[in-house]
């Protein structure tokens, strides 16, 4: 069974500083996609940065880099120089393969708090 | 981009009310929805895949009498709490993929509603 998992329920990080959020996931598929997603207090959910599992390059999008170490199962968020806006809860997700509708499965979520 | 409509908001009502969220893929045709639900502080939490012109389907223990999902059309979803009871207050929130998306495209959510039930 597909599982995503995320251990860090809150981080803080000062002002331009960058910051790393964890995830880790487990799937005995070969295809699969791995997604960050930012929720901020208004609920809506805000697409960030996409990992396809036969990437060879860790994406990029912006300020946000994905960490991408396949052999250990692990889709980092890194977010460089951050801004108070990017206070907002984050989530790591999987999409499963076509025999699940490609649905999404998601991780507990991290709480960023940056610090002015 | 990509845009998902969810109406509404915000809903405030009486217990034993039947409350309908409607879900639509406004600039691109969706042949699966998804339904989530959030309590606070939590994640999301997968309701149930709708697919058009079929039958929903649900997660487990999640109740289908419960829980009714339409997907009449490729733009329109809707989720009907039946007879809502406090305990379904909760955040629900829609998400709706481009039929002609391939693996790498995001599936897009709707702006959620809030359900609240006295």
């Known amino acids: 069974a597909q599982k995503i998992t995320q251990t860090q329920p809150g981080m803080f990080v000062q002002e331009k500083e960058a910051v790393t959020l964890d995830c880790t996931y487990d799937?005995?598929?070969?295809?699969?996609?791995l997604f960050w997603y930012k929720q901020p207090s208004s609920g809506e959910m805000i697409f960030l940065i996409y990992q396809g599992s036969y990437d060879e390059q860790n994406a990029t999008e912006g300020r946000y880099s994905l960490n991408f170490q396949k052999a250990r199962k692990s889709a980092n968020l890194v977010i460089s120089a951050s801004q108070l806006g990017d206070s907002a809860m984050y989530f790591c997700a999987m999409r499963l393969p076509p025999a699940n509708n490609n649905d999404m499965r998601f991780g507990a979520g991290t709480r960023l708090t940056v610090k002015p | 981009g990509a845009v998902v409509s969810q109406h509404p908001s915000r809903v405030i009502c009486k217990s034993g009310t039947s409350v309908k969220i409607e879900c639509r893929s406004l600039?691109?045709?969706?042949?699966?929805m998804f339904w989530y639900r959030q309590f606070p502080k939590q994640s999301l939490m997968l309701m149930a895949t709708?697919?058009?012109?079929?039958?929903?389907?649900?997660e487990q223990g999640v109740e289908k009498d419960k829980f009714l999902i339409n997907h009449a059309s490729l733009t329109l979803s809707t989720l009907t709490v039946t007879s809502a009871h406090p305990e379904d207050s909760s955040f629900y929130i829609c998400s709706a993929r481009d039929r002609s998306a391939w693996g790498n495209q995001p599936q897009h959510f709707g702006d959620g509603t809030r359900l609240s039930i006295l």
């Open positions: 799937t005995s598929d070969q295809s699969y996609g």
């Open positions: 600039d691109f045709q969706a042949t699966t």
């Open positions: 709708s697919n058009e012109g079929s039958k929903a389907t649900y």
